[in-house]
């Protein structure tokens, strides 16, 4: 009566601790879930700034490669004006047409569009954006009237002799706008739009308005600051404020084109996973907490039985993971040579769980252990099963890689003769050894050696600075 009194008091004084836990783990999946919410839509953003770049260097490398074909072979205005008529359709980057006009008050537009008289070529802003520019460079969008569509001039100076020349692609936003519609379908995101470099013009954006006009003359207030940002050269993620909200912003920089992209979520937003899990989270801990009080009630002895095997692995007897790590932690010393650490793997364990039930797959490791700690049984040796079919040998004591091969070769041989019982199901055991004074390091390359036996065909072991001829006696 008094130990179940004692448990119940036990369990009642444990409750805030763990309440305290649970808060505390809210906080941090909190923070792990925004953290994942935000680099999700981060990632997305960085796709398809990847692909706007792409599209770009699309379409400005077909525009080179007929400018350059156009500077090369037609030069006289007649043929020239006939290849243009005879091939400009013939793309699908630049559907819109294409136009050159020169400071001689040359124009020529390949969809036969005929300028008024006081049409001054010189004074247009594709001939004045590129007019020293061997690069296709895109201009500042504007609205086309006619279709009520963005539209962009891509322009570069021309190879002519006689007289400055420029050509032009006039493309629509259509791309970008579906960029946009995509990015905010996806549900994340509560805003993105495309801006130019030079005079912050919006090429696209979410809303759809404010097109070809720049950012500083919007009423939005996340507008506004998104100019002062891009005013500033800045790229990459930042919190403003706007409208109330905080907003965590990501300007990506699409080089070709000279636009960037800018998307943005609101920490609301970030937080809606969170608060959608707190009814999950309240349930879960009441059953726990009303648990924790039955199974402390009922099981007081349970303590006193985990502290008994604390240390140990209850099926083989072996050393634990972490009573293991602390001894191998605690041996490290300066001054002394490297420590070996021997990494055992048992080939085709799953086999004999599969094929013979896990009461025997339990005797089979509870064997295995039993050797290993009858063969490596000295004061200064220590074993381990580190979980599964893994199991671990310390040897604290210096030992070279020659002996330990020696070793090694003769534990492998005895391992052979306890498992041909189950020759049937392949079981074997690989090993890798390696040395090193920390364990973390010890145990990383200790299991890249255990990697490098299992690759080599198993039932064999690798040893750090040690390189056999042959290792034919591994594996016999």
């Known amino acids: 009566m008094n130990k179940s009194r004692h448990s119940i ?26 953290d994942y919410s935000r680099a999700t839509v981060d990632s997305r953003a960085r796709e398809c700034a990847q692909m706007m770049e792409a599209w770009a260097t699309q379409l400005t490398g077909e525009l080179e490669i007929y400018r350059n074909t156009i500077d090369r072979y037609f030069q006289d205005d007649g043929r020239f004006e006939e290849y243009v008529l005879s091939t400009y359709r013939k793309s699908d980057v630049y559907p819109q047409g294409i136009y050159i006009g020169g400071d001689d008050n040359f124009f020529f537009s390949a969809d036969s569009w005929i300028p008024d008289e006081d049409y001054d070529v010189v004074s247009r802003p594709w001939f004045e954006q590129a ?12 609205v086309d009237m006619t279709l009520n569509e963005v539209c962009i001039s891509v322009s570069a100076r021309m190879d002519y002799e006689k007289s400055t020349r420029v050509m032009v692609a006039d493309i629509y936003g259509d791309y970008c706008r579906q960029i946009i519609e995509e990015l ?68 990506l920089y699409i ?66 993971r972490e009573t293991f790590q602390s001894v191998v932690a605690e041996s490290y010393s300066a001054s002394k040579p490297p420590r070996m650490l021997i990494l055992f793997d048992l080939d085709h364990f799953k086999s004999i769980n599969d094929n013979l039930g896990h009461p025997e797959g339990d ?28 199991f671990a040998v310390y040897i604290e004591s ?25 020759r049937s199901c392949g079981l074997s055991t690989s090993a890798g050894a390696a040395y090193g004074r920390d364990y973390e390091d010890l145990y990383k390359k200790a299991d890249s050696y255990l990697y490098q036996a299992k690759q080599a065909g198993r039932n064999r072991y690798c040893i750090e600075g040690y390189t056999p001829e042959a290792q034919s006696n591994s594996s016999e």
């Open 131 to 142: 007019r020293y520019s061997k690069k296709f460079v895109f201009g500042e969008p504007y």
């Open 9 to 34: 008091r036990y369990s009642f004084a444990v409750v805030p601790v763990v309440l305290a836990l649970v808060v505390l783990m809210m906080g941090l999946l909190a923070d792990v879930l925004m």
């Open 363 to 390: 005797k089979v490791l509870a064997d295995f252990a039993k050797l290993l700690m009858e063969f490596f049984d000295r004061n200064t040796n220590y074993v381990a099963r580190l979980g599964g079919d893994e």
């Open 398 to 422: 210096e030992i070279a890689p020659e002996a330990a091969a020696g070793m090694l070769d003769r534990f492998m041989k005895r391992a052979r003769e306890q498992f041909e019982p189950y």
């Open 255 to 320: 080089d070709t084109a000279n636009w960037y992209l800018v998307t943005g979520i609101t920490d609301h937003s970030l937080q809606k996973p969170v608060w959608q899990m707190l009814p999950a989270v309240i349930l879960t801990t009441v059953l726990a907490v009303i648990l924790l009080v039955i199974f402390a009630a009922r099981y007081s002895r349970t303590a006193l039985d985990t502290e008994l095997h604390a240390n140990t692995d209850r099926l083989t007897g072996a050393l634990n």
């Open 184 to 251: 905010l379908a996806e549900g994340q995101l509560d805003g993105a739009l495309i801006a130019t470099g030079g005079e912050q013009c919006i090429v696209a954006s979410g809303d759809g308005t404010n097109l070809g006009t720049p950012l500083s003359e919007s009423e939005s207030a996340i507008h506004q600051q998104v100019c002062q940002l891009l005013s500033q050269g800045l790229t990459g993620e930042h919190k403003v404020k706007a409208d109330g909200e905080v907003w965590n912003l990501d300007i």
